[in-house]
């Protein structure tokens, strides 16, 4: 099963976009890239997923690349509250749930 | 407030006692899932339901984790003799029956203590 990897930490400034990046060499064809946010004292909390194309909701972007082993998450404008820990993890619909490693994310610090 | 709640949200108890958690997922989800994190780690599985039936439990759950879902709404997560190393925060989440893919809503969790 896919792994996923992520840096550390990551600072954002008030207002820009976040970037914040996801390396699953690894990935199998029917893995989906999922994304979750986990605010500090909160659970995570869903943000988006995606298989092959790139997906958009209210609260952020997906862009996966074409050969699949790498996405980004884009936060199109950054706010004091999107200050948390970003998780990446990939899973195939009907596997065990027991394969999905979470990891310890990427810590964005949005800075005023 | 519809979303998944747990209680209790603290809970502090000596080694081995026996403790309980309770969560109570959105109401029109039938999967019910636990995970433990502890400091600067990732949620970990541990066991999921749909309705009352418990589906899978994860390699990493002692014989010491019992987990409940007796009518298939609420949860219980039990512990027994409880040890230090079982220090954790113990998040619950709930989601549809996976059709091709879901996700998870999870509840704040609950913070154990084990001195």
């Known amino acids: 099963d896919a792994k996923t990897t992520q840096p550390t930490s990551m600072d954002c400034a008030e207002g820009r976009a976040a970037n914040l990046p996801c390396n699953h060499s690894?990935?199998?064809?029917?893995?989906?890239v999922y994304w979750y946010r986990q605010i500090h004292s909160q659970g995570p909390q869903y943000i988006i997923h995606g298989l092959k194309n790139n997906e958009t909701n209210e609260m952020a972007s997906l862009i996966i690349t074409e050969d699949r082993k790498s996405s980004t998450l884009i936060l199109p404008h950054a706010t004091l509250r999107d200050t948390a820990v970003y998780y990446c993890i990939v899973r195939a619909p009907g596997t065990s749930y027991d394969k999905v490693i979470f990891g310890p994310g990427t810590s964005l610090s949005v800075i005023p | 407030d519809t979303g998944v709640s747990q209680n209790p949200r603290h809970k502090i108890t000596k080694r081995g006692q026996n403790v309980t958690f309770r969560c109570d997922p959105i109401?029109?989800?039938?999967?019910l899932y636990w995970y433990r994190q502890t400091l600067g780690q990732g949620p970990e599985f541990l066991t999921y339901f749909q309705n009352e039936a418990q589906l899978e439990k994860s390699r990493l759950l002692s014989d010491r984790f019992s987990a409940e879902r007796p009518k298939g709404s609420f949860s219980t997560l039990e512990i027994q003799r409880t040890e230090q190393g079982d220090s954790a925060m113990y998040l619950c989440?709930?989601?549809?029956?996976?059709?091709?893919?879901?996700?998870?809503?999870f509840g704040p969790g609950t913070r154990l203590t084990v001195t």
């Open positions: 989440a709930s989601s549809f029956k996976e059709a091709s893919v879901g996700e998870q809503y």
């Open positions: 109401s029109e989800h039938n999967r």
């Open positions: 690894t990935i199998s064809g029917n893995e989906y």
